[in-house]
């Protein structure tokens, strides 16, 4: 799978003309054949369902081969073209399975599935996360996405336009995700880390360059956690829990101690309440009999 990087930016749209569809059996001609340039897709005189037989005089003809387990363009129902086996490719047109090319050969546009991979001894040194293939189709050639630091590259551009956004990819032979190919240098040179600048996804490590200018990791990347990330985590959890503990202790000591006082200080009141009532019946009780015995001796 070749490196890529998308640069969003505006630029003018021109939409491409159409070709005119023409009939199973009819006379056509592959130089019609064309990339749409807004979206990628392969179209000729023939339509999505037939190919044309060949540059000149040619006729159009049912489709021998599908790339995509869905293609594009057949109605539900029909009875689909078969797909390739290992070791073979079909062409955009579908005129047939083909033998995988060798590096050098001529490839169709974006077709790094068209290109031999190098020989299993080499392969665990190319394979990567972003050319897994080990192999790519750049300017309508194919060759063995191999370079490394300091060695020439190509750099393939393509831009795909919806009439207001225009995405552009970049594509290149250095071995990713260790290198990208320098758009000026024109040499593969170390991607960047996480937090370090960059201007493109192909610029860093991660192949997310966020919106701020700096590498980051891609959306959905799982998170991994150290060990000692986990034993500082349970500590502080643990450490939470005492804290809790400790605060809840203290606010039902307090209360039981606030309800102690309260229940002596109740008590002492009571006790002075009760007593005052006693001084006061005492001295009713001394005065009636004062009453009583200063009216007898008068």
Sequence with gaps: MAHLAYLFAFIPYVPAGHATTVALGSYCSTTN???????????????DTRFCSGPTNGTCQPRLCRRDEFPFGFDRGTVLPPLCK????????????????SVGETCQYDRDDQCAPPTPAKSHVLA??????????????????????????????AMY???????????????????????TEGVCVPTQKLGLSCTSDQE???FHCGAAGAC?????????????????????????KMMVFVIVSLVIVHRRLRKKRYDEIRE?????TSLRQCLTKLHAAALDNYEKQRSRYD
């Design 86 to 101: 290992n070791g073979t490719f079909c062409p955009d047109e579908g005129s047939g399975c083909k033998p995988l090319l």
């Design 161 to 183: 336009s919806d009439g207001e956004f225009t995405n552009t990819i970049l594509r290149h032979n250095c071995q990713a995700p260790m290198f990208y190919c320098h758009s």
């Design 33 to 47: 054949n064309r990339i749409d340039p807004s979206s990628g897709h392969f179209s000729g005189e023939c339509g």
């Design 216 to 240: 980051l990791d891609p959306a959905g990347t799982p998170v991994n956690v150290e060990v000692w990330q986990l034993v500082i985590t349970g500590l502080a959890i643990l450490a939470g």
């Design 268 to 272: 002492y009141y009571e006790e002075q």
């Design 128 to 157: 990567g996360l972003r050319n897994a293939e080990e192999a790519v189709c750049l300017k309508a050639k194919c060759m063995h996405a191999n370079g490394t630091l300091g060695h020439p590259c190509v750099l393939d551009t």
């Design 204 to 206: 860093c490590r991660s």
